[in-house]
């Protein structure tokens, strides 16, 4: 259910289910966060690229499972914490991630789109939290996408659960790019081309230290960068790169 492969610098995780709408089970996290380890320790990689088969990304968890563990709170709180623990991972993930989201990202799909680094979406694409019409909530989602947009968006979304296109998810800061359905797959490599051309330990320390900085102080936030700094100076490919910028000048 979930496909790995690595070519270029880049691994490349799919959400098989499609038959499903790509919707998440307890199996499925669990080898998503092995895809995971598995690229972390893998030193030809330098970014990750997620995406659904078929015509969604993800509709989310299977409604299915949540459902026959709602009696039992031990077993609930288990699969509760399977998702945020895959959310935690992304997000410590040493390697940028990217999302291609095509089709719907609804609920917990909606969830690993926002738990990536960076969301590239095709035009006709959706992202939604429909919880609120199934009596549910959208509880683990909600630390991503408040972190994501204003909070007034966040409260309507969460509120009325209504889908939001690709366009309007872009001009509230939900998403990074909007691309023209025709054109989305070859776009989707050309940027993640380019992105694995770039220095992956610069990659690496600019994630850590935007996402560690989060909810700083205003003083250790420059503490942070200033450790950060003296940190990036000491790799080989700053070395490298300055080398080559002082042999062009």
Known sequence: MIEYSAAGGVARITLNRPEKRNAITSEMMSALRDALQRASHDTAIRLLLIRGAGKDFCAGLDLSEV??????????????RRLGDLYIAMRRHPKPIVAAVQGRALG????????????LAAESAQFGYPEVKLGFIPAIVATMLR???????????????EPLSAPRAYAIGLINRVIPDAEFEAAVER??????????TAMSLSKKLLYETDGMSFEASIEAGVQANVQARRTDDFKRGIARFLKKS
């Open 67 to 80: 459902l026959r563990s709602g009696d039992d709170e031990a077993e609930a709180l288990a699969s509760a």
């Open 108 to 119: 917990g799909g909606a969830g690993i789109a926002t738990a990536c680094d960076l969301i």
């Open 147 to 161: 972190r994501a947009v204003h909070e007034r968006q966040a409260m309507e979304l969460a509120l009325t659960g």
């Open 191 to 200: 940027y993640v081309a380019a992105l694995a051309e770039q220095s992956a």
